[in-house]
């Protein structure tokens, strides 16, 4: 018996082809890369499946590509002695976009859909990018594309499981930056899990209750982190936020949970940030609050100028574009490879970056080509001068 037509979905299609008229069909191949990649749903810890997606997409375009241990989409291009790593994550953030096609009121074609800025369109850049570059670039050069899993979650697993496995002259981190400006620098974390119980006691008693003690705690580091800043600008200042709170009572005891979030500058590392905390609990004299850490990420902030941001400069301005370098204040899979890497590192990727995590989660589709084109000649003249 025939299978039904999807009519909704032919159309669909049928638009999606006016749309793109216009478009090479290589720049056309390398947006069916995105959405179809898009279109694959990959929270954080259930990248199986796109992770499969692009190791067979690798795999059809010359790379030598695979599902490593940690579940990542790796693939290679290249022999050459100098070893760069294009290392960007393919897991989301729940909540799902219809994917889909649509011109903006300024006449842009935009790709809607969770991951399409953060940051499987960054990824999907740098397959691109690596898959055009010539064979007198790959035989000086190993490219190495990581798609790494678990970016979105507190473990960074494909990150850290590419530390022992690479040992690159370069590292490009994909994450949105816009296809203009390279980001040199993140923030570091620390997620605080406090628990507090203490004995209950009559309402109309003089003590303080369990959520008014931890009240009195995240205010109290409120304080803190206001006189750490002293007037500094935000990347270089500590950020507290209260992300959850909840109260029990069961008659005898009562007691109140928080997760606070920290992002730390440059200046504070986390061992530094747990003996504030640790300080300012006693100071307060919450002896029965108990705190345990998660998320630990080094801040971390590159050079300005390296062979590799030279290499993306002059390649901008090749193409009309004038370079912006930025500072971020939220982590990336930089705070976690470079340190002990220790090579020129940045982060660069199409897309607006206030856009992640959001119901309107979009990328413009001619800045993604922008990018790719960028990327590719800034590759180039890395290999050839850096």
Request: hydrophobic fraction near 40%.
């Amino acid at each position: 018996m025939p299978c039904p037509l999807n009519t909704q979905g032919i159309l669909e299609r049928m638009n999606d082809l006016l749309l793109l008229e216009p478009y090479s069909a290589t720049e056309r191949d390398f947006i069916e890369l995105l959405r179809e990649a898009v279109k694959i749903q990959s929270l954080s810890t259930q990248e199986a499946d796109v992770s499969r997606f692009f190791v067979r997409w690798m795999h059809k375009r010359g790379f030598k590509a695979e599902m490593d241990g940690a579940g990542s989409a790796v693939g290679v291009r290249g022999t050459g002695p100098k070893e760069i790593v294009l290392l960007g994550h393919i897991d989301t953030v729940p909540g799902e976009i219809p994917v889909r096609i649509e011109r903006n009121d300024a006449g842009k074609l935009e790709l809607w859909g969770r991951g399409s800025v953060d940051a499987k369109g960054p990824f999907c850049t740098f397959l691109a990018a690596v898959s055009l570059l010539p064979d007198h670039i790959l035989e000086r050069a190993r490219f190495i594309c990581v798609g790494a899993v678990e970016e979105e979650a507190a473990s960074s697993k494909g990150a850290h499981h590419a530390i022992s496995k690479f040992s690159p002259d370069h590292c490009l981190i994909g994450e949105p930056s816009g296809y203009d400006t390279i980001t040199l620098g993140y923030k570091g974390r620390l997620v605080v899990k406090a628990r507090l119980e203490k004995d209950n006691f009559h309402s109309a008693g003089n003590d303080t209750t369990a959520p008014e003690d931890m009240i009195r705690y995240f205010a109290a580091l409120q304080n803190w982190a206001s006189g750490f800043n002293d007037g500094q600008r935000l990347f270089d200042s500590v950020q507290v936020a209260l992300q959850g709170i909840s109260s029990s009572n069961d008659g005898l005891r009562q007691g109140c949970e928080a997760v606070i979030g920290l992002r730390l500058p440059p200046r504070l590392g986390p061992d530094e940030a747990m003996r504030e905390l640790e300080r300012v609990r006693l100071e307060q004299g919450l002896n029965a609050l108990r705190i345990s850490y998660t998320g630990r990420e080094e801040p971390y902030r590159g050079a300005k100028d390296t062979p590799l941001t030279r290499a993306f400069r002059v390649a901008m301005r090749q193409h009309g574009i004038t370079p912006q370098l930025t500072l971020k204040t939220g982590t990336a899979d930089m705070n976690v490879v470079a340190p002990l890497w220790g090579c020129p590192i940045l982060a660069y990727g199409p897309g607006d970056s206030t856009l992640d995590h959001t119901p309107t989660e979009r990328l413009e589709i001619d800045e993604y080509l922008s990018a790719i084109r960028v990327l590719k000649d800034a590759l180039e003249r890395l290999v050839m001068t850096g």
